[in-house]
Each structure stands twice: as structure tokens, then as C-alpha cells.
């Protein structure tokens, strides 16, 4: 898998370097609304093309699921793509924003990549092989009580349905854990549980281009990663925990008495 890495960290830089050049000029950007809370660039649109470009260059066969265009068909090989991960946050100069790229094949995902322009900083993962942040590998929080841990979210703000659930489970945690932070890019959510910077995550409603790179990170850093009924169904149904092996154990005796029959 080591070709296709360099490939997808390729074409993250590249789509870095277009981001970076647009970011001054954000106000002249034509923006559309996909849905409720939910916006598109055409700097995510143009960012995407170029990785699609640079992944299709060398892997021609290859399928694609991205954000804007979304799916390409090919073999069994599936690049999965968020090209501006907190577009939001982009558009207002908000400094949190990323770009993922995962590789799965038949299923299983293979690769990893996230990369943060602002800070130059890229995350990356082979499966079995490890997770880094540039050139240093990375490990899962060794945090062992909530008292103590700074715990990751996000809010289903694209619709109201969950907000009672998630309401329950915010509450549950906050009386419990040092801190809860919300910065609106799960991508780099998940990146920073890989590298310990947060000592969990949890949320509602993701897409797979969302969490896809995320979750073979925190694998490869030693994490846990289930879904809200403690199996692996999380890229079907886009809810999430994610932490180290206690910490995961920790949230999910709290988070799961609100989990509702709509979110199993």
C-alpha cells in the first residue's frame, strides 16, 4: 500500500497548496447551500477535482466516493475523499479545516490521509502499519478517568431528529469529563485522538468522507473506534466513538442510555 500513500499524500499537499491560495480571497467565493447548516465552495469543488486528477493519473481503475461529485465507479479499490473538511469554518476564517483521503479495498480501509494546511501538519496511516503526525508516530491518550480527559464532539446541526439524544449524552458527559470541545472539522477531531491532543470523540451523523482517514488513524494509534451498539457499522450508520480502549469504555457506559432506536 505504499505507492497509493505517497499518492494520497501527494494529493493532499496539492489540495492543501489550493486552499491556502484561496483562503485570502473568500469573500469573492461563489457559495452554494447543499442543505441545512451544510455549504459547498467552489473551492471544495475545485479542490476535489485536483485530487480526483492526481489519484486517477496513477490508479485509473480505481473507484472514487467524494463529497461534491460522489461516486466514480471502478474496481475494488474505493478512494474516499472530503476535499475541505470544515468548510464552514473555512468561509469564515475560522482556523480548523482539513483535507481526508482514505483508500479502502473490498471494504477495509487501507490508507489514511489527513492534512491540516494551516499548520503544515500531516497525518497519516497504513493499516498494520502505523500512525504518524509528519515524521513521529503516533499513540493514543494513555488517560485512564474522565475526571481528567478532554473528550471531542460535534453537533448534528444538519438536522433536529438526534438533538434530543445527543443533548442527553452531551449532558452526561460534560458532568463528568475536563472539557468537551466542538471545533467543527471531524476529520482533525479524529486526527487529534490519534495523537493524543484529545482523549476522545464521539458524534452523530458523519459521512463516510468525514471519517474514514480518522478512524484507521486512531486504529493504528492503539484506539477504538464502534459504533453507538458497540460494533463496527459506523461508516452505515455515521455515529462514532472513538478513544483508547478505556477511554471508548468510558464514554460508551455514558453515551449509550441515550441512545434511541432511530440511532442503533
Given at each position: 500500500?505504499?505507492?497509493?500513500?505517497?499518492?494520497?499524500?501527494r494529493?493532499?499537499?496539492?489540495?492543501?497548496?489550493?486552499?491556502?491560495?484561496?483562503?485570502?480571497?473568500?469573500?469573492?467565493?461563489?457559495?452554494?447551500?447543499?442543505?441545512?447548516?451544510?455549504?459547498?465552495?467552489?473551492?471544495?469543488?475545485?479542490v476535489?477535482?485536483?485530487?480526483?486528477?492526481?489519484?486517477?493519473?496513477?490508479?485509473?481503475?480505481?473507484?472514487?466516493?467524494?463529497?461534491?461529485?460522489?461516486?466514480?465507479?471502478?474496481?475494488?479499490?474505493?478512494?474516499?475523499?472530503?476535499?475541505?473538511?470544515?468548510?464552514?469554518n473555512?468561509?469564515h476564517?475560522?482556523?480548523?479545516?482539513a483535507?481526508?483521503?482514505?483508500?479502502?479495498?473490498?471494504?477495509?480501509?487501507?490508507?489514511?490521509?489527513?492534512?491540516?494546511?494551516?499548520?503544515?501538519e500531516?497525518?497519516?496511516?497504513?493499516?498494520?502499519?502505523?500512525?504518524?503526525?509528519?515524521?513521529?508516530?503516533?499513540?493514543?491518550?494513555?488517560?485512564?478517568n474522565?475526571?481528567?480527559?478532554?473528550i471531542?464532539?460535534?453537533?448534528?446541526?444538519?438536522?433536529?431528529?438526534?438533538?434530543?439524544?445527543?443533548?442527553?449524552?452531551?449532558?452526561?458527559?460534560t458532568?463528568?469529563?475536563?472539557?468537551?470541545?466542538?471545533?467543527?472539522?471531524a476529520?482533525?477531531?479524529?486526527?487529534?485522538?490519534?495523537?493524543?491532543r484529545?482523549?476522545?470523540?464521539?458524534?452523530?451523523?458523519?459521512?463516510?468522507?468525514?471519517?474514514?482517514?480518522?478512524?484507521?488513524?486512531?486504529?493504528?494509534?492503539?484506539?477504538?473506534?464502534?459504533?453507538?451498539?458497540?460494533n463496527?457499522?459506523?461508516?452505515?450508520?455515521?455515529?462514532?466513538?472513538?478513544?483508547?480502549?478505556?477511554?471508548?469504555?468510558?464514554?460508551?457506559?455514558?453515551?449509550?442510555?441515550?441512545?434511541?432506536?432511530n440511532?442503533?
Amino acid at each position: 500500500m505504499q505507492p497509493m500513500l505517497n499518492i494520497a499524500v501527494r494529493a493532499a499537499r496539492s489540495a492543501g497548496d489550493l486552499i491556502l491560495r484561496s483562503a485570502d480571497n473568500v469573500g469573492r467565493l461563489h457559495i452554494d447551500q447543499k442543505g441545512k447548516n451544510d455549504y459547498v465552495s467552489e473551492v471544495d469543488r475545485m479542490v476535489e477535482r485536483e485530487i480526483i486528477s492526481i489519484i486517477k493519473a496513477s490508479f485509473p481503475e480505481h473507484a472514487i466516493l467524494a463529497e461534491e461529485s460522489g461516486e466514480h465507479p471502478g474496481n475494488d479499490y474505493v478512494w474516499v475523499i472530503d476535499p475541505l473538511d470544515g468548510t464552514t469554518n473555512f468561509l469564515h476564517g475560522f482556523p480548523q479545516y482539513a483535507v481526508s483521503i482514505a483508500l479502502k479495498y473490498k471494504g477495509k480501509i487501507e490508507v489514511g490521509v489527513i492534512y491540516d494546511p494551516l499548520r503544515d501538519e500531516l497525518f497519516t496511516a497504513k493499516r498494520g502499519g502505523g500512525a504518524m503526525l509528519n515524521n513521529r508516530r503516533l499513540r493514543v491518550t494513555q488517560q485512564t478517568n474522565l475526571k481528567s480527559a478532554l473528550i471531542g464532539t460535534g453537533f448534528p446541526f444538519k438536522t433536529d431528529k438526534y438533538l434530543d439524544a445527543y443533548l442527553g449524552m452531551f449532558k452526561a458527559l460534560t458532568t463528568e469529563c475536563a472539557g468537551i470541545r466542538r471545533a467543527g472539522a471531524a476529520a482533525l477531531d479524529l486526527a487529534y485522538v490519534a495523537a493524543g491532543r484529545l482523549d476522545g470523540f464521539w458524534e452523530i451523523g458523519l459521512m463516510e468522507w468525514d471519517m474514514a482517514a480518522g478512524i484507521l488513524l486512531i486504529k493504528e494509534a492503539g484506539g477504538v473506534v464502534t459504533d453507538f451498539s458497540f460494533n463496527d457499522s459506523y461508516l452505515q450508520s455515521g455515529n462514532l466513538i472513538a478513544g483508547s480502549p478505556k477511554m471508548h469504555q468510558l464514554m460508551y457506559q455514558l453515551i449509550e442510555p441515550h441512545v434511541t432506536d432511530n440511532l442503533k
